[in-house]
């Protein structure tokens, strides 16, 4: 009996965190289909009518469709050239035997522990000097260059797991040694590309931070910092406002759905390990 | 012609020799990418903060090397050193407000998901939901449930009959803080949940089987061996909060400004950091004060990092 009152009580408190958990975000896109009258008089109500007037007004209003495509554009950039430079750099790391090697990656790992935003003036001025201020190219070298040290750490970890035999018969074939990247380790690393793309699209997307401070142009706004100037200038117009915090988050949480796995198993390796 | 011959026949031969040496070194193509963005964009910004906090600033021109009088300056000199020791005391604050809240809280979910339950799949991926959002999302989301007249939150309260509980939450000074630390760690708490359950699931079930039949109570194996067992995931999750709390800056920026409102009551030192660095008018002498309050937050966040490191180590070995 009290074992099943037990079991009971763990559903129960389970059961009370998930919908802690669940309500804002179901809160936040129920809202982005109401009026703005609607919201005021009845927040917690359902929408009378499923309207994607709020998506158009934005689109049109605040030219939303610009920070979707800044946004989209800063992420894909950012994430190929890491993983990109990162499995480069990991396979020359783990392939080669130079004598320097174990200093190069310790001298990787220590960036896994930087506090990038505290380096932030003296980013701004190499930015000034390389004349980057106020441009998308900015965040992508940001991203980039903060993007490698978790990037080569996880390759690096996934290639002393893949057996040396492979590349040996490739060079034996006559493959140099980017052809072996390219042809032989490269299509096997697809699970470990994965898991690093998934953690810094995540990161790419929703970081506010660099935007903030390098990015002076309202044209230029990726979604986060696109957010910051709506409500700033539609601040009585909630409306709006749940719809492009909803235009934010949809993106990912849709990706989470489907490939829930990988993206626990990616944001948590980090710290595990 | 013999001549010719002999230098046609020595000529390829040098060359071949050159060509491979060349491609030998070619192979360093493969790091010197990461290495050049990373030395040039992570560490070396680094160092220069370092640098930059021991001279003189005006504007964006660097002046005379002054030592440590920024940090002199910071410590001592009025109005920065009373905004600093009250944004400092908020870190603390914020600080230990997560911890605990992750260590008891979030423990427990995890203790509940690892036990016999169905859905674990479920609740793991719905708790963790939050993560995926971006933190100027999550402030500005609760900036509007918290709302004091139209948001969700009193409304609710108001229908339930508690009217008496509605309040400004984000406009009293007495409660604005406390509020913040409440959406940080709904941000979190998922995220913490996932490692203290990779951290249960690590422990054999086997001990647990010999203990029962020793007849331990479940209290005791759990603060006996479970607790002593994930001590390694506590540890993690103790760290990474230390760091995210003396970091904090986006969720207190878009819920309450730069400003860190009402009042200074949620300022912290990323907030004056940044007014430091980037929201003076007069862009006066404030690239050095920033500097050297970023090399203090830097110091406090490896020192504290490698003492807790050093904590729990010992701590495990004596077990």
């Known amino acids: 009996m009290t074992a099943r009152f037990g079991q009971y009580a763990k559903y129960l408190i389970l059961l009370l965190f998930s919908f802690l958990m669940l309500y804002p975000v179901f809160l936040m896109i129920s809202s982005s289909f109401k009026s703005n009258l609607e919201i005021l008089t009845s927040p917690l109500g359902l929408p009378q009518s499923l309207s994607f007037e709020n998506y158009v007004m934005v689109w049109e209003k605040v030219s939303f469709g610009s920070y979707v495509w800044n946004s989209v554009y800063v992420s894909a950039l950012s994430v190929f050239f890491i993983l990109f430079i990162s499995s480069l750099a990991a396979f020359y790391l783990s392939r080669f035997s130079f004598r320097w090697n174990p200093f190069v990656l310790f001298f990787f790992m220590i960036g896994l522990m930087l506090p990038m935003k505290l380096a932030i003036l003296p980013l701004y001025m190499i930015m000034l000097q390389l004349n980057l201020l106020d441009t998308l190219t900015s965040l992508v070298i940001l991203y980039v260059a903060g993007g490698i040290p978790f990037a080569v750490f996880v390759f690096y970890g996934f290639f002393r797991t893949l057996p040396t035999e492979l590349d040996q018969s490739a060079r034996l074939d006559g493959c140099n040694s980017?052809?072996?990247?390219?042809?032989i380790i490269l299509p096997l690393m697809k699970p470990a590309l994965a898991t690093v793309g998934i953690v810094h699209l995540i990161g790419v997307w929703n970081d506010f931070f660099y935007p903030l401070i390098f990015l002076k142009s309202e044209e230029l706004s990726t979604i986060p910092l696109g957010v910051l100037t709506l409500f700033g200038e539609y601040d009585t117009e909630w409306n709006l406002l749940f719809a492009s915090l909803t235009i934010s988050s949809l993106p990912m949480i849709v990706a989470f759905l489907f490939a829930s796995k990988q993206f626990i198993e990616g944001l948590t390796s980090g710290a595990i390990k | 012609m013999p001549v010719l011959e002999k230098t046609t026949e020595i000529q390829p031969k040098t060359s071949k020799r050159k060509r491979t040496n060349w491609k030998k070194h070619l192979v360093h193509l493969f790091l010197l990418p990461a290495l050049l963005f990373y030395v040039w964009f992570q560490v070396y910004p680094i160092f220069s903060a370092f640098l930059n906090s021991f001279f003189e600033w005006n504007g964006l021109r660097r002046g005379e090397f002054i030592g440590l009088g920024n940090f002199v300056r910071l410590f001592t000199e009025a109005p920065f050193e009373e905004t600093f020791y009250r944004a400092l005391g908020h870190n603390v604050i914020f600080f230990i407000g997560t911890v605990l809240a992750k260590l008891i809280v979030a423990f427990l979910l995890a203790l509940l998901i690892n036990s016999k339950i169905r859905g674990k799949e479920f609740f793991k991926t719905v708790l963790f939901l939050p993560k995926l959002l971006s933190v100027i999302v999550v402030g500005f989301l609760f900036s509007l449930i918290l709302n004091p007249t139209y948001g969700a939150l009193n409304t609710f309260l108001r229908f339930i009959g508690l009217?008496?509980?509605?309040?400004?939450?984000l406009g009293d000074p007495n409660t604005a803080l406390y509020t913040i630390i409440l959406v940080n760690g709904w941000y979190g708490l998922g995220f913490a949940v996932l490692i203290f359950?990779?951290?249960?699931?690590?422990?054999?079930?086997?001990?647990?089987?010999?203990?029962?039949?020793?007849g331990a109570s479940g209290f005791t194996m759990l603060m006996k061996m479970t607790i002593p067992l994930a001590m390694p995931s506590i540890m993690v999750m103790t760290i990474l909060t230390f760091i995210g709390a003396f970091e904090t800056f986006e969720l207190i920026f878009a819920m309450q400004g730069s400003q860190a409102g009402p009042y200074f009551s949620t300022d912290v030192l990323a907030t004056f950091f940044y007014r430091l660095a980037f929201g003076s008018v007069d862009g006066g002498e404030s690239i050095g004060l920033g500097s050297a309050l970023a090399v203090v937050l830097f110091l406090m966040i490896s020192s504290a990092t490698a003492i807790l490191l050093f904590f729990f180590k010992r701590k495990e070995y004596e077990q």
Do not use: H, N, T
Request: proline share 6%; charged share 25%.
């Open chain 1, 178 to 183: 980017f052809q072996v990247y390219y042809k």
């Open chain 2, 163 to 169: 009217e008496e509980l509605a309040r400004p939450w």
């Open chain 2, 197 to 214: 359950l990779a951290g249960l699931q690590a422990i054999p079930s086997e001990i647990y089987d010999a203990a029962k039949m020793d």
